[in-house]
T-cell receptor, first 110, second 110 residues
Framework: AQRVTQPEKLLSVFKGAPVELKCNYS??????LFWYVQYSRQRLQLLLR??SRESIKGFTADLNKGETSFHLKKPFAQEEDSAMYYC????????????FGAGTRLAVHP | DTAVSQTPKYLVTQMGNDKSIKCEQN?????MYWYKQDSKKFLKIMFS???????INETVPNRFSPKSPDKAHLNLHINSLELGDSAVYFC?????????FGEGSRLTVL
């Protein structure tokens, strides 16, 4: 069964500290992994996807197939990074059914 | 020029009533979705339509009925509302894997 696990409901850090939001998944085929972000009073939006291998707003995420993980990292957190972050999974081909993790709220304090 | 728009944004109603939430996208995407976000911020897929055809129907009570008059619209009708239906309902559309979300419709059942 497809499943996405985000073990932390809340991650609280100080500005300038490194951030790692954990995501583990279970999927039998070839998954595509995403991170979505929801800032306060804004709609959910794509932050990054593993096939792009991009760094967005200083965030990176590497797919580790051996550990079935897709952790989101940023070396120096900013206050504007405070938001709800969702890890999501879908299969590579066919109709896109995006399965979300429970979400992690990141709070960056000054 | 909002990409995915939902109406209404807020809906407060009594138990037992029937209500509808409308969704429209102007991105030209073939696939549209309804997601439910509960009080714990957990996002769960409900339905997905591809070019007006139902392709994903998760374990959702029959009281929920999606309708897609054309590929730019996906409406959600809910019969006999229950307290547990209170949530934020998100519409989304996609083309190449990335989902574009609406702002959400917060439904409160009293």
């Amino acid at each position: 069964a497809q499943r996405v696990t985000q073990p932390e409901k809340l991650l609280s850090v100080f500005k300038g500290a490194p951030v790692e939001l954990k995501c583990n998944y279970s999927y039998s085929g070839s998954p595509e992994l995403f991170w979505y972000v929801q800032y306060s009073r804004q709609r959910l939006q794509l932050l990054l996807r593993h096939i792009s291998r991009e760094s967005i707003k200083g965030f990176t995420a590497d797919l580790n197939k051996g550990e079935t993980s897709f952790h989101l990292k940023k070396p120096f957190a900013q206050e504007e990074d405070s938001a709800m972050y969702y890890c999501a999974l879908s299969r590579r081909s066919g109709y896109n059914k995006l399965i979300f993790g429970a979400g992690t709220r990141l709070a960056v304090h000054p | 020029d909002t990409a995915v728009s939902q109406t209404p944004k807020y809906l407060v109603t009594q138990m037992g009533n029937d209500k509808s939430i409308k969704c429209e996208q102007n991105l030209g995407h073939d696939t549209m979705y309804w997601y439910k976000q509960d009080s714990k911020k957990f996002l769960k897929i409900m339905f997905s339509y591809n070019n007006k055809e139902l392709i994903i129907n998760e374990t959702v009570p029959n009281r929920f009925s999606p309708k897609s008059p054309d590929k730019a619209h996906l409406n959600l009708h809910i019969n006999s509302l229950e307290l547990g239906d209170s949530a934020v309902y998100f519409c989304a559309s996609s083309f190449t894997g990335e989902l574009f979300f609406g702002e959400g419709s917060r439904l409160t059942v009293l």
